[in-house]
Antibody, heavy 117, light 107 residues
Framework: QITLKESGPTLVKPTQTLTLTCTFS??????????VGWIRQPPGKALEWLAHIYWNDDKRYSPSLKSRLTITKDTSKNQVVLTMTNMDPVDTATYYC?????????WGQGTLVTVSS | EIVMTQSPATLSVSPGERATLSCRAS??????LAWYRQKPGQAPRLLIY???TRATGIPARFSGSGSGTDFTLTISNLQSEDFAVYYCQQYNNWPDIFGQGTKLEIK
């Protein structure tokens, strides 16, 4: 059974760097074909894809946020980490990690990150 | 960058009836199109991938069709749990793009 869970701060200040961790089970990112993505959703708004990492360390980023994002994996810990620099109040959102090609067939519960001074 | 447009923004349908949701891509995405349902306070759930293939555990009353630029999600015999927001997603080209969503509400 595949499960994912996001963790990280619930509140960050403007200009700070956000670091989120996705801890998963039921698959390994050292196995060919597996991958994990990050998606966010501002309150009351639509889903926005952020970044993706594959078993072979291939990485993809949203063009509009590429300069601020870094995605990495730690296969020994079954974790994927997303960092986003220079946080702004408009980055307030629920951040999800998800398993999949895409498409994303398993999702974490999400973690709400608020950006405020 | 591909733009995904969903219509209508809100759809009012009575329980037990059928709902038809549309998703249009600004350029061809072949059949690399997925549909998700998101209930309030929950993460999205994958319903359909490859435009017409139901994901694991999804009942047959959910069906997807289309290819290229025009796609449809049809939900028959609407149940209470189906009143939610639905998103389409293209994964033919990076970046992944989600549509803006269709809210399916009880009439």
């Amino acid at each position: 059974q595949i499960t994912l869970k996001e963790s990280g701060p619930t509140l960050v200040k403007p200009t700070q760097t956000l670091t989120l961790t996705c801890t998963f089970s039921g698959f390994s990112l050292s196995t060919r074909g597996f991958s994990v993505g990050w998606i966010r959703q501002p309150p009351g708004k639509a889903l926005e894809w952020l970044a993706h990492i594959y078993w072979n360390d291939d990485k993809r980023y949203s063009p509009s946020l590429k300069s601020r994002l870094t995605i990495t994996k730690d296969t020994s810990k079954n974790q994927v980490v997303l960092t986003m620099t220079n946080m702004d109040p408009v980055d307030t959102a629920t951040y999800y990690c998800a398993h999949g090609g895409p498409p994303f067939d398993y999702w974490g519960q999400g973690t709400l990150v608020t950006v405020s001074s | 960058e591909i733009v995904m447009t969903q219509s209508p923004a809100t759809l009012s349908v009575s329980p037990g009836e059928r709902a038809t949701l549309s998703c249009r891509a600004s350029q061809s995405v072949s059949s690399n199109l997925a549909w998700y349902r998101q209930k309030p306070g929950q993460a999205p759930r994958l319903l359909i991938y490859a435009a017409s293939t139901r994901a694991t555990g999804i009942p047959a009353r959910f069906s997807g069709s289309g290819s290229g630029t025009d796609f449809t999600l049809t939900i028959s015999n609407l149940q209470s749990e189906d009143f939610a927001v639905y998103y389409c997603q293209q994964y033919n080209n990076w970046p992944d793009i989600f549509g803006q969503g269709t809210k399916l509400e009880i009439k």
